[in-house]
């Protein structure tokens, strides 16, 4: 069975000794943020602060996906690779037996009975948010699920994004929604219908599936209730709330309200998570808090993000390992494939494949380039099967070996950019990408038969593998 919510995590990882408690009283303006990122840095456990100077009542959460093995734990499985058993893909749907549908299907959202209440003096500034680096413009909502409702060409769906949200005042916040996120095509969707006015809801605090789910990449008209629930095993239960927006039934907090996309604001600066403050080259709607709900004893959860490794580098893991079937569904020849964390998890991709043809590495390369994970990638360097992409030092062996760069270097211009990257300044949202073919070289491709590649001899392989205690090594 799925993990009911937030406490239910909290308290499995504090079984497991992978959550501390702290005790002593602690800020949330910059102190909370620098021991989440002591903590991660020496890989630590998950935090809970239970005495949080200014926000009487509240308790803080912090690094809850410290790990791999944290954040399989809380979603039921034993390694993140068996994510992708659970995500639908186009081959499953279509020789899906009556079992398989059917656990499709539980996967659906299910109303339910919330456990949080309105809070009618509740304002934005209770919430003991975030102030993580000395030079942000103010407090952050850094783990919200921004969630609201979409109507396009292809139907009506959920959406729920992790985007940055700055508090400016009681009622008021501005809402970072990216150029290529859901959040934003929604926004001019609205604009196209006439409407000024998104209802939305900010959520705070909710089960591992659906936070996490809160931060994969998934297309319109796609359900991310339906990802969440893929994630968890389980469907997710929500509740509709007065404005017509889903949310999570047993969430922490809910601040229910719209967004005025004809209230825009400037935001930032704030530190962002490849290690530099990012100061936007335009304005984001503003979101107005018109009802606010909590549990009894709310738990606020946020993360802390910075230059790598931080919390971010492994929420990330779950989307790559999840979606492998599909990728492999949609280019057979992929093996696997790995954003390194150093690369913030998305600037730079390794992709292994079965190379049977001339110039399958590129045709991989660019076709992967079109897909949400990773569009906004800045490099994809290609290697053979019986290189493992997760392991950089054979990746460097290959591209030392098999690159030749006049030849298996290709720069894309004008290409979707992500406008947090502050190489692409001052552009930003365009920029140009990087393919790499690290793979061996077909007669074809080269012009010549490819080297003998070095391999001891069997038969000494065996009498080494009779003898080897005998050696005393």
Known sequence: MALRDLRAYLELLESKGMLRRVRAPVSPVLEIPEVLRRVMMSRGPAVLFENVQGHPGWRVAGNIFCCE??????????????????????????????????????????????????????????????KSWPKDAGRYLTYALVVHRERGELGESTNFGVYRVMIVNE???????????RGYAEHLRAIERGETKVPVALVIGADPGTLLAGAMPAP???????????????????????????????????LEGTVDLSDLREEGPFGDHVGFYDKPDRRFP????????????????????????????????????????????LYPEVVDYSFPPSGWAQGLAVVSIRKTMPGQAVRVAMGLLGLGQFSLTKAIIVVDADIDPHDMDQVTWAFST????????????????????????????????????????????????????????????????????????
């Not at 944290?70 to 995500?87: H, K, N, P, T, Y």
């Not at 008021?172 to 929604?177: C, F, K, P």
């Not at 077909?442 to 593998?465: F, M, W, Y």
């Open 286 to 329: 503003t979101f107005r808090l018109e009802r606010a709900y909590a549990r009894p004893d709310p738990i606020y959860y946020g993360t802390v993000v910075g230059r790598p490794p931080m919390e971010d580098s492994i929420i990330a893991k779950v989307a790559e390992r999840a979606f492998l079937p599909l990728v492999r569904s």
């Open 220 to 254: 319109y008209p796609l359900d991310k209730y339906l990802v969440a629930g893929a994630l968890r095993g389980e469907g997710v239960e929500v509740t509709t709330l007065p404005n017509g927006v889903r949310v999570p039934a047993h969430a922490e907090v809910v």
């Open 69 to 130: 093995e944290a954040v399989a734990l809380g979603l039921g499985v034993s390694s993140l690779d068996e994510l992708g058993q659970r995500m639908p893909t186009p081959a499953s749907l279509t020789r899906a037996d009556v079992t398989t549908l059917l656990r499709y299907t539980s996967y659906l959202p299910r109303e339910a009975r919330p456990d949080f209440e309105e809070r009618p003096d509740m304002r934005l500034t209770d919430l003991p948010a975030f």
């Open 171 to 181: 009622r008021e916040a501005v809402v970072h929604w990216q150029t290529y996120k």
């Open 402 to 473: 098999f690159v030749d760069p006049s030849r298996d270097i290709i720069v894309v211009p004008q290409a979707p950019a992500d406008e947090l990257d502050v190489a692409y300044l001052p552009r930003r949202r365009v920029g140009s990408k990087l393919i790499v073919d690290a793979t061996r070289k077909l007669r074809d491709e080269s012009g010549a038969e490819p080297p003998e590649e070095l391999r001891p001899d069997e038969e000494t392989v065996r009498l080494v593998d009779r003898r080897w205690a005998e050696y005393g090594l």
